[in-house]
């Protein structure tokens, strides 16, 4: 008789990664979370509902983080779209990166290195639009709260059955980037990508970030290929860098899934904010 | 097949806020948590009990104090009453302080900044009486494990239909308070108060705090007004301060509420416990 | 609809304590945790499981150690075994010390203080054999991911009726430790113990450390009686220590014990790891 419904996902691979010169075999955590969620329908359509979302290293059992660090929402929606207050992941993120990435669902060191991301999360209020045809917008503001700035985070998602669309923005003072996606479902062949174009978030000017995806799914096995580019930040030579992913999934269940992955990072020498890295993986993820 | 039920409450507002000179509009958590409880009966009338809460910002995510730290408690109970151990928040608040707090139930800014509590929910030990034709008496210590000394915690309720009687006492050292509390329900309308007299606990020497609250209930909606007053502490003058709440509530449902309140605090110039403060805000509460 | 279950302990003793020379009444929290777990049935015998399990001290509400210190464990298995990988504690330790500790579960100040424990429960990855006519093995190894070493964890269970023996093996760098167990079950009464041989653990050097334990039950209580002795470390002299326990425990219900004991460890003069200690104690042990 709880109103509270658990949630979650372990995923633990073991890896034999190169990080710069060194290898080394290690339990990689791949995003490992349990959260605890409700819905109360309120009549006339109304609902209140609320997300609470913890992540951890499922390799040692530490907290990673704040405790409701991945999200603590309370929201209320009905007719009119809905209202989110507390903290959650940017709608930009999930429009356009977190789409397309099909393999491992982004996480662990096979997650995109190169998007983009304005971490405001926190003191977020947010309106999402009902289903408009297929179309949903999100904005949201972070408030400043007396220290720095307010930050906006602003999603479009466009349904238009085979072919979705997505578009997102992110703003925090001088930081913002842009970025646009599509996804195209042809039988058992899925493609996908987006392009971005961000601002001071994690070097010095601009640049352009590219990727591609691609699955082939065959019974309960999924085929994925993910490649991509960011070029040099405008103020920084040297600064690009290159990612691409080979994977196989083997969906044991709706659930679970056991998957092995190739991925390697490629940088130039005065890129800020990636190295050049390598993993072979074996992993089990398992949703509950 | 858990023996354990979740429960909690999410709630969050936004809200304009002057705090001393400072004007600021923020997203305020109001004592959001969630907890995980459960009872066993061990036939006979004899029963064990647990319950375990976590506080949380919901604005951030982060916990609020330790893990548990709103409660974590085991009990006996049966014919002879209840016996408590662990740590759990004061009976003798319960039965004053909290019982008249009827908007937003004594969380977030407007929660009463007067009332003098004495921190040591830690290590406790009580014995609650059964229900003694209206009267409940609960007496707890709080170990002092060889640091400092002992602390203790007495309240009694004493319920007689439309009058509802309480009143609680704490020590810990020379901080002490003892207060009175009454609370009429007349149809839709229902008044409250408690008078508090304490000792060094937030100044030096004794001080008297009083503090009054209405409700009028018409329908879904709520209107609240709730004053207090505490004097100066007898040895520390222009310590005084004055506390005030209006507040409009809307329930949407049994479990949810949608709330408005402005809130305003004045102290003296050497008040040690609180300064000028003010807020209007607009809320969502949400129980599961 | 949840595919979690919640699990839990809750468990508190008064206990008058005399640490060195100094005497003490204080609340002692004995392992309580709380845990969430599941198991989905892949089909043709295969199985996926999580566990994660959370300790804490019940008297303060803090949290003790990392949030899944306990256990943060995903697991695959099927005819062919189970693999294990995760944090989780040691099955050589399972296999021997807690086997026989059959009052308060080894928890508490009257838990084993002599046991040598290698403690490597992170990034772990252990393969355990099908039940083979009553045999089970079970090894682990603990990745040394570029810090240290990697660590070893072996044990092996025997279950032939009313005998039970096992054995368990750990070694980290220089530091190891063995021990075998025998339980013996004759009506209402069992008998235990182990006997371990360790290395470096605690003290300079090698070790023998051997426990007895004996229980008796009637109706709904238990008697309990357990003694441990270890000698002096090779390298240390005046390292040797001895610990007795006597215990009664009367059973509320399956779930639920109301106990008392007295627990005394002595150590020599220059011993590592423990020093004179005694209890008298009263618990409520409640499992839900």
Redesign the interface.
Same mark, same amino acid.
């Given at each position: 008789? $709880?109103?509270?419904?658990?949630? =979650?996902r372990?995923? #633990?691979s073991?890896e034999r990664q190169k990080d710069g010169g060194?290898s080394?075999?290690?339990?990689q955590n791949n995003a $490992?979370r349990?959260g605890?969620k =409700?819905t109360?329908d #309120?009549?006339g359509g109304?609902k209140?509902g609320?997300v609470?979302e913890?992540g951890?290293?499922?390799?040692?059992?530490?907290?990673s983080g704040?405790?409701?660090?991945?999200?603590?929402e309370?929201n209320?929606s009905g007719g009119f779209g809905m209202v989110r207050?507390?903290?959650y992941t940017s709608e930009a993120y999930f429009a356009t990166a977190d789409y397309v990435s099909m393999h491992n669902h982004d996480t662990g060191t096979s997650a995109d290195a190169l998007y983009a991301y304005i971490d405001r999360d926190?003191?977020?209020?947010a309106y999402r639009t009902p289903d408009l045809g297929g179309l949903t917008l999100e904005a949201a503001v972070s408030?400043?709260?007396?220290v720095g700035n307010y930050a906006y985070d602003v999603a479009a998602n466009y349904d238009m059955g085979a072919l979705q669309l997505g578009a997102g923005y992110q703003k925090d003072g001088d930081a913002n980037q842009f970025a646009l996606r599509a996804l195209y479902t042809m039988g058992d062949f899925t493609f996908g990508g987006y392009v971005q174009r961000d601002e001071d978030v994690y070097g010095p000017g601009s640049r352009t970030n590219l990727r591609l995806s691609g699955m082939y799914t065959m019974g309960a096995s999924e085929f994925h290929l993910n490649v991509g580019r960011a070029g040099d930040y405008s103020d920084l030579d040297d600064s690009a860098a290159t990612q691409y992913t080979l994977a196989y999934g083997y969906n044991?269940?709706k659930?679970?899934k056991?998957y092995a992955f190739y991925t390697k990072v490629s940088a130039d020498s005065a890129n800020p904010y990636v190295g050049d890295f390598s993993s072979f993986a074996l992993g089990?993820r398992?949703?509950?």
């Open positions: 008789q $709880s109103n509270a419904t658990i949630y =979650g372990m995923n #633990l073991i060194v080394n075999t290690v339990m $490992s349990i605890f =409700g109360e #309120l009549g109304l209140a609320f609470l913890h951890f290293n499922a390799d040692t059992g530490a907290a704040a405790m409701w660090g991945r999200q603590s309370l209320l207050l507390g903290r926190s003191n977020k209020l408030l400043r709260e007396n044991l269940s659930r679970t056991a089990l398992h949703n509950f």
